[in-house]
């Protein structure tokens, strides 16, 4: 009979912890604070647009993004690094805020613009071609500074000033 009380206590208690969530997870729903931040232009025809850019660089910061932000200033944007181009793949989960995804090729060149996205969705947002950068603003702004595919990108980390 002892065996099974065992087996009892340890299956309510991995129910316990599977209902109740590891003190972990609180954490886990916080944005992402703290990355590195550096100026980033897009020249859309004779225009200079400027913006800080929190830069991702790592598997762990590129999979967080901006999930779980409220808000980000106009002139504030993620940017996403990649070792090589090749066709991204992006999602809204997790994130309230609804964004411009701009994907870069590896000569600062934008391939496409996912504008207004849906925040929360699970949609696949892809790049509609090799990309070896992201960057996501607000929604709109896009639209608004007249931003378009083949505008060039350029910032410190690209490597591309």
Not at 44 to 62: C, L, M, N, P
Not at 129 to 136: C, H, I, L, N, T
Not at 148 to 161: H, Q
Request: aromatic share 10%.
């Amino acid at each position: 009979m002892r065996p099974f009380f065992l087996c009892l206590s340890l299956f309510a208690a991995t129910l316990w912890i599977s209902l109740a969530g590891s003190p972990g997870q609180a954490l886990a729903q916080d944005p992402q604070l703290n990355l590195p931040v550096e100026e980033l232009v897009i020249r859309s025809g004779d225009k200079e647009h400027q913006f800080k850019a929190e830069v991702a660089a790592t598997d762990r910061q590129r999979s967080m993004g901006l999930m779980f932000r409220k808000e980000m200033p106009a002139e504030r944007g993620m940017l996403f690094l990649f070792e090589g181009k090749g066709d991204r793949y992006f999602w809204m989960k997790n994130t309230p805020l609804p964004l411009d995804i701009i994907f870069i090729d590896a000569k600062g060149s934008i391939v496409s613009i996912a504008d207004n996205t849906t925040p929360f969705s699970e949609d696949v947002i892809p790049s509609l071609g090799p990309a070896k950068y992201v960057f996501e603003i607000n929604a709109g702004l896009a639209e608004k500074l007249d931003i378009s595919a083949g505008d060039k990108v350029s910032s410190p980390s690209m490597g591309l000033e």
